[in-house]
């Protein structure tokens, strides 16, 4: 997801958290007359897609159409999962919000790619800096980045408050709901 895309919807995210409506309104304008692809129906990226969906910035009333393109696009790319780590922890919230939950945890679980799965299965017990299993056991001395390195953990996350459904209704969990989301194939 480009820079751009990933700053100015964080940008909205927050303006919105704090409850800035105007500032929220045209931060939305701005960003959907720059990126918007009509013709897609999609900002032809992943995580861009992925967090529109999660945020609410997408143009109004094209939620569903730029749901359905975002699953068009995850299977053309035979669910290879270009995603940073903002394109992570967006790709399943959008998931669990539009219905395409089991989709997205099989790019999570992809053994065809680099993926959690394949991190798993190279022997991984921490995150790495990046989700190419195959710097398992390089050396050090080359630059391999971080063996433990949290950015990617945001989709224990979605394990908590999606799959399992424990979400909180109070800080610090005094109030909590359990609702898990049923997963079909899992």
Not at 36 to 41: I, K, L, S, T, V
Not at 91 to 109: I, N
Not at 145 to 168: D, K, Q, T, V, W
Request: charged share 25%; net charge neutral; glycine share 8%.
């Amino acid at each position: 997801m480009p820079v751009a895309h990933s700053s100015t919807i964080e940008y909205y995210r927050l303006a919105t958290l704090v409850g800035d409506e105007p500032l929220a309104r045209r931060i939305r304008a701005g960003f959907n007359r720059r990126f918007w692809r009509d013709d897609e129906a999609s900002y032809g990226f992943w995580g861009s897609d992925a967090a529109a969906l999660a945020t609410g910035i997408c143009p109004e009333g094209r939620d569903k159409d730029l749901a359905a393109a975002l699953v068009r696009r995850m299977k053309a790319d035979d669910l290879a999962m270009p995603l940073g780590i903002f394109g992570v922890k967006m790709l399943m919230e959008a998931a669990c919000r539009y219905g395409f939950q089991d989709l997205a945890l099989d790019a999570f679980l992809n053994s065809r790619h680099p993926s959690y799965a394949t991190m798993m299965r190279a022997g991984f017990t921490r995150l790495p800096e990046q989700l190419d299993a195959t710097l398992v056991g390089a050396d050090p001395a080359k630059g391999v980045p971080s063996f433990n390195h949290p950015m990617f953990a945001s989709f224990l996350e979605f394990l908590y408050e999606r799959a399992a459904g424990i979400r909180p209704l109070a800080d610090g969990y005094r109030r909590f709901t359990v609702d898990p989301i049923p997963f079909v194939r899992y």
